[in-house]
């Protein structure tokens, strides 16, 4: 008996998030099914500011050395952070209008049709920012580009840079991934009116 005490523990996995349930918005209930606005293609998000492919809940502490980017052990995204904003973000545009991948805008560079808008989304900044031990803050921030396929390239339409800030309801893990999930849905519907306003 005592030589089984003493076997170690088993490790114990990772707490795992995402953004919820309500993650994106759903349509109206009673509103019609058919796409408001011009369809758009939304390419795969780029995470330039993060590890390729993590799945790590990222920290910082901006009270000592808020540069060093830090992760939870215990926990983690279930998918890197990059797909689930893609997820979030095609939601709200999904709303009002088809979003398609980017096998239709190469078909439509092909066919010479520019009327195919492409969104591509680099997302410089997803972590939970200390400002104290008792106090933080999820923080995003995300480069959105609207291009114009053309058969000799895409060509800018236009470009913005969004930031959202959402205070965490607790000092940890599960409060830095529920600021987080709030900051990006706060960023999607941002987002989602821009294109709205540069591609009716």
Same mark, same amino acid.
């Given at each position: 008996?005592?030589?089984? #005490?003493?076997?170690?523990?088993?490790?114990?996995?990772?707490?795992?998030?995402? &953004?919820?349930?309500?993650?994106?918005?759903?349509?109206?209930?009673?509103? =019609? /099914?058919?796409?408001?606005?011009?369809?758009?293609?939304? +390419?795969?998000?780029?995470?330039?500011?993060?590890?390729?492919?993590?799945? +790590?809940?990222?920290?910082?502490?901006?009270?000592?050395?808020?540069?060093?980017? %830090?992760?939870?052990?215990?926990?983690?995204? #279930?998918?890197?952070?990059?797909?689930?904003? !893609?997820?979030?973000?095609?939601?709200?545009?999904?709303?009002? *209008?088809?979003?398609?991948?980017?096998?239709?805008?190469?078909?439509?560079?092909?066919?010479?049709?520019?009327?195919?808008?492409?969104? *591509?989304?680099?997302?410089?900044? &997803?972590?939970?920012?200390?400002? +104290?031990?008792?106090?933080?803050?999820?923080?995003?921030?995300?480069?959105? /580009?609207?291009?114009?396929? /053309?058969?000799?390239?895409?060509?800018?339409?236009?470009?913005?840079? &969004?930031?959202?800030? !959402?205070?965490?309801?607790?000092?940890?893990?599960?409060?830095?991934?529920?600021?987080?999930?709030?900051?990006? %849905?706060?960023?999607?519907?941002?987002?989602? =009116?821009?294109?709205? *306003? /540069?591609?009716?």
């Amino acid at each position: 008996m005592a030589a089984c #005490s003493a076997l170690p523990a088993p490790p114990v996995p990772p707490v795992v998030y995402d &953004f919820g349930p309500g993650a994106s918005r759903a349509p109206a209930q009673g509103a =019609a /099914t058919a796409p408001q606005r011009a369809p758009l293609v939304l +390419a795969d998000v780029e995470s330039p500011g993060l590890p390729e492919g993590s799945t +790590a809940l990222h920290y910082r502490l901006g009270y000592d050395d808020a540069r060093q980017l %830090r992760a939870y052990q215990r926990a983690r995204w #279930s998918q890197p952070p990059g797909r689930l904003v !893609q997820q979030s973000v095609a939601g709200e545009l999904g709303a009002e *209008r088809a979003v398609l991948g980017l096998r239709a805008a190469r078909e439509a560079a092909r066919e010479g049709n520019g009327s195919l808008l492409v969104l *591509r989304i680099e997302l410089e900044e &997803f972590s939970q920012v200390f400002s +104290a031990p008792s106090q933080s803050e999820g923080v995003l921030r995300l480069r959105a /580009t609207l291009a114009e396929p /053309t058969p000799q390239g895409e060509r800018l339409r236009a470009q913005r840079v &969004f930031e959202a800030h !959402q205070s965490a309801p607790s000092a940890d893990a599960a409060g830095g991934a529920a600021a987080l999930a709030q900051a990006a %849905r706060q960023a999607a519907r941002e987002l989602s =009116a821009w294109v709205d *306003r /540069t591609a009716p």
